[in-house]
C-alpha cells in the first residue's frame, strides 16, 4: 500500500509437551500441564480487580492470522477463503456478547505434507510450525486431519487442538470447519480456558465447594461428567445427547446437571452423527477468565489492539507489521509497504483522505475492508493492478461528501485540456459498475456530480483515466 499523503485508517473488522484435544470422533482428552504460572497470575488478577465483574465488562479486539494447510504437490487442498470468512464469523460470534472483538489479519497457504496430513499430537513437535507463524496474531492452521498419539485416540483424527495453555495458535481439522464452534472451542482454549470436564487438578464437586480448585477451576460452570467417560459407572442416553449414568463426584453426590451447551463441553456431539447441542455458550466466570488472560498474559497482549495507534513513515519490504486500534489508528507520512512485507492497519472506521491511492505491484494485493464486531464484512475491495505511467502526478480527484449516501462530486484539476476522458466506479471485486464518458475538458478545475443513490453500502473506487493519466479516489457509501 503506497500513499505520499497524510492516510488516517479506522477499520474495525479483527511447545508442545502437552495436548488439549476437542471434538474427535472417540472420547480424547490428556491428563495435560497448562501454564500454572499464567493461571495463578489470571486468578490473582481477578481476585485484585473483579469489583462489580468490571473485568468482564472489559474491551478487546483481537488480532487473528488464518492459514491453509495443502500437500506438498497442490494435492489434498485445504480449506477455501470463503471457508475462512464463515470461520471468522463463528468466531467473532462466540466472543461478541463479552465485547471481546477479532481483526482479520489475513490468511496464506502453506504446502506441506507432514503438517497437513501427517502431523501426529503428542509424537511430533509443535515447532514445526512455529516458521510460519505471523507475529502478534492467534495463528489458527486449518489442516486435512491431525492424527492423534495418545491412549485415548490411538488412530483417531483430531477436531482440533491447541497445544499448550495459554498459547497464540491451535489447529483445526478440515472435517471440524463449520462444525460445533470449533474454532471458538480452540480459541477458547488459547485464551486460557480449559474443558469444562477437566479432571487434571481433581474431580469437581457438584455443590460446587472446590469448583475454584478443581474441574475447569471455573465457579459458576456446573461439574461435568464427561470427565468419567472411561469409567464404568459412565452412561448417556440412547442418542448420546444426555447424561444417564451413575458416577459420583469426590463428595459422594451422583445428581449431575451437566453443562450441555457450553463451548467449553464435548456434549454437542452425540452418538451415530447426532448433533445434540448448538448456538453454544460462554459463562460470565469463564469470560472473566478469558479477560483475565489478555489483561496478564504478555503472549496474548502481543494479539491485542490498543484504544490508539499511530504510525509514522511507514516503509517496509519485508516481515509483517501488525498494527490495529480499537478506537483510531492514524498513519502520517509515505506508506510503503513494499516486497514480500505483509501488513494489518485497522481500526473502528476507515477514512480515505483526498490523495489516497494503493498499488499492488508484482502479484501482490490491498485489501481494503469494512466489518464490525457483529461478524461478516460488510463490505472488502482487493486489488491487482500493474504499475501505471502517471505523466502528470499532480492530478489527484478530491470526493465530497465522502462517505455519501446518495451523490458525490468528484473534483479534479486537469494541466491540459482533455477530449476524452472516462469515469468509471468499480466495486468490491473490481468490476465496473457505472461508467460515465467525458467530453472535451478543459485545462484546470472540474467537478462531476456522480449519482450513488443505487449502490449498496461498502468502498468503491472512482477512476478518472485518459490519454496521459490516471487518477484514482476510494468513495465510502454508507446508508
Known amino acids: ?78 480449506v477455501t477463503a470463503a471457508q475462512l470468512t464463515t470461520e471468522f464469523d463463528t468466531l467473532v460470534a462466540a466472543y461478541r456478547a463479552n465485547n471481546i472483538c477479532f481483526i482479520n489479519a489475513g490468511y496464506d497457504n502453506i504446502y506441506n505434507t507432514k503438517l497437513d496430513s501427517n502431523f501426529t499430537v503428542g509424537t511430533d513437535n509443535s515447532s514445526l510450525f512455529d516458521s510460519y507463524r505471523v507475529p502478534d496474531c492467534i495463528n489458527i492452521f486449518y489442516m486435512l486431519k491431525i492424527k492423534g498419539g495418545n491412549s485415548a485416540c490411538t488412530n483417531c483424527g483430531f477436531g482440533g487442538v491447541t ?148 504510525e509514522s513513515g511507514i516503509n517496509i519490504s519485508s516481515g509483517y507489521l501488525m498494527a490495529s486500534a480499537i478506537n483510531t489508528l492514524t498513519t502520517s507520512g509515505t506508506v510503503d509497504i513494499s516486497g514480500s512485507a505483509i501488513a494489518l492497519l485497522g481500526g473502528s472506521t476507515v477514512t480515505l483522505e483526498p490523495g489516497f491511492d494503493a498499488y499492488a505491484y508484482d502479484g501482490g494485493s490491498t485489501l481494503i475492508r469494512l466489518s464490525q464486531c457483529s461478524g461478516t464484512p460488510n463490505f472488502a475491495i482487493a486489488e491487482k493492478l500493474k504499475p501505471v505511467a502517471v505523466a502528470n502526478t499532480s492530478n489527484i480527484l478530491i470526493a465530497y461528501p465522502n462517505p455519501t449516501s446518495s451523490a458525490v462530486n468528484i473534483a479534479f484539476t486537469l494541466a491540459h485540456n482533455e477530449s476524452k476522458l472516462s469515469l468509471k466506479v468499480y466495486d468490491g471485486n473490481m468490476k465496473a459498475v457505472k461508467e460515465i464518458s467525458l467530453q472535451d475538458r478543459l485545462k484546470g478545475r472540474n467537478t462531476i456530480n456522480v449519482d450513488l443513490s443505487k449502490f449498496s453500502s461498502g468502498i468503491y473506487a472512482v477512476i478518472i483515466q485518459g490519454t496521459d493519466m490516471l487518477m484514482k479516489v476510494m468513495v465510502v457509501v454508507q446508508k
Open 1 to 78: 500500500m503506497r500513499t505520499n499523503n497524510h492516510l488516517r485508517l479506522f477499520v474495525f473488522l479483527i511447545f508442545l509437551t502437552y495436548s488439549v484435544c476437542s471434538f474427535s470422533q472417540l472420547p480424547c482428552y490428556d491428563n495435560y500441564k497448562i501454564d500454572k504460572a499464567a493461571l495463578q497470575k489470571a486468578k490473582e488478577f481477578e481476585s485484585q480487580n473483579n469489583i462489580n465483574n468490571s473485568i468482564q465488562s472489559s474491551s478487546f479486539v483481537i488480532r487473528v492470522y488464518f492459514h491453509i494447510l495443502n500437500c506438498s504437490d497442490g494435492t489434498l487442498p485445504g
Open 163 to 310: 497445544l499448550g495453555i495459554p498459547n497464540t495458535f491451535c489447529l483445526v481439522a478440515k472435517s471440524n470447519v463449520g462444525v460445533a464452534q470449533t474454532v471458538a472451542h480452540e480459541v477458547g482454549h488459547c485464551m486460557g480456558l480449559l474443558h469444562t470436564f477437566d479432571f487434571s487438578n481433581g474431580y469437581e464437586d457438584i455443590n460446587g465447594s472446590n469448583s475454584s480448585t478443581a474441574g475447569d477451576q471455573i465457579t459458576d460452570t456446573q461439574a461435568d461428567p464427561f470427565g468419567y467417560n472411561s469409567q464404568s459407572c459412565y452412561n448417556t442416553s440412547s442418542n448420546g445427547c444426555t447424561y444417564a449414568g451413575s458416577c459420583k463426584d469426590p463428595n459422594g453426590a451422583s445428581n449431575f446437571s451437566p453443562p450441555y451447551t457450553n463451548l467449553m463441553a464435548y456434549w454437542w456431539n452425540g452418538k451415530n452423527g447426532v448433533t445434540c447441542y448448538s448456538a453454544l455458550v460462554l459463562t460470565g466466570g469463564q469470560y472473566t477468565r478469558v479477560n483475565s488472560f489478555l489483561s496478564t498474559n504478555s503472549d496474548l497482549i502481543n494479539c491485542e489492539s490498543p484504544s490508539y495507534v499511530t
